[in-house]
């Protein structure tokens, strides 16, 4: 690969998927020169909140793990020098690294400029230029091609044939459908309601909407009780008047 420019690949790991609340809880990044050169920085950072336990369990890092480590405040100005004028790179970097590395170095007084910067997202191009449907699907397992394609029956029946494959290919040794269970895992869902009125994060709940929003139950509770009495006479669901009258009543 030729770079005419200085090129970063960075990842951040974080206490959740909330751009605009969850915490770096690692900074990772590969610098390559135009002459070949490669540099990195690793750093583990204290979010100043409890790491949940999904994210420990997905990303390897602890509470214990952070303890001894700086805040983001405190390596905020060496991420920036680092980068430097640099272009950058990751996958999901768009969607995600940017904003939330944006969004803690402006809590800090420090900005990130992205003008005069190429921003290559491998997330984007890799879906872009590989297909992730059922054709491929059936050529992969069936190696086979998939005639017929958005016929209802010639889906259903490839599906069917996909499926199999992957009982043969995950499965257990008994062939069972059972065995691809352990894939077919059920995501916690970050909202309350259906219409995410409320957002669960950190051990409360969040509203996203109206004057206090992205503001926890219990801090409006403190400001402003009367705005959340007249919240549980509107026409919000069953399910989130309830979660704030429990509120209300503690």
Same mark, same amino acid.
């Given at each position: 690969m030729k770079l005419k420019r200085t090129l970063?690949?960075?990842?951040?790991?974080?206490?959740?998927?909330?751009?605009?609340?969850?915490?770096?809880?690692?900074?990772?990044?590969?610098k390559v020169s135009p002459s070949g050169a490669k540099e990195t920085f690793v750093?583990?950072?204290?979010?100043?909140?409890?790491?949940?336990?999904?994210?420990?369990? +997905?990303? %390897?890092?602890?509470?214990? @793990?952070?303890?001894?480590s700086p805040y983001f405040r405190e390596i905020a100005g060496r991420v920036l020098e680092f980068i430097g004028n640099a272009d950058l790179g990751g996958f999901n970097l768009i969607g995600f690294d940017i904003p939330i590395l944006k969004r803690e170095l402006h809590e800090v007084g420090l900005e990130l400029? +992205?003008? %005069?910067?190429?921003?290559? @997202?491998?997330k984007i191009i890799y879906h872009v230029?590989?297909?992730r449907n059922l054709t491929a699907a059936y050529e992969f397992y069936c190696e086979k091609e998939l005639r017929d394609a958005h016929s209802a029956l010639a889906d259903a029946s490839a599906t069917l044939d996909?499926?199999?494959g992957q009982v043969k290919m995950y499965?257990?040794?008994?062939?069972?459908?059972?065995?691809?269970?352990?894939?077919?895992?059920?995501?916690?869902?970050?909202?309350?309601?259906?219409?995410?009125?409320?957002r669960i994060w950190n051990g409360d709940y969040y509203?996203?909407?109206?004057?206090?929003?992205?503001?926890?139950l219990k801090e409006v509770l403190k400001m402003d009780s009367g705005y959340l009495t007249w919240l549980v006479s509107?026409?919000?669901?069953?399910?989130?008047?309830?979660?704030?009258?429990?509120?209300?009543?503690?």
């Open positions: 970063v690949v960075f990842d951040l790991e974080t206490t959740g998927t909330w751009i605009e609340n969850d915490k770096v809880i690692e900074v990772g990044m590969v750093q583990r950072v204290n979010p100043g909140m409890p790491i949940p336990k999904e994210v420990s369990e +997905l990303t %390897g890092i602890s509470d214990d @793990d952070v303890k001894g400029d +992205l003008a %005069g910067r190429n921003v290559i @997202d491998s230029n590989e297909k996909v499926i199999v499965g257990n040794e008994a062939g069972e459908l059972e065995s691809l269970n352990k894939f077919t895992y059920q995501q916690k869902s970050e909202f309350l309601d259906e219409e995410r009125k409320l509203l996203t909407f109206g004057k206090y929003r992205n503001r926890g509107t026409d919000l669901s069953e399910k989130v008047r309830s979660v704030i009258n429990q509120a209300l009543n503690k």
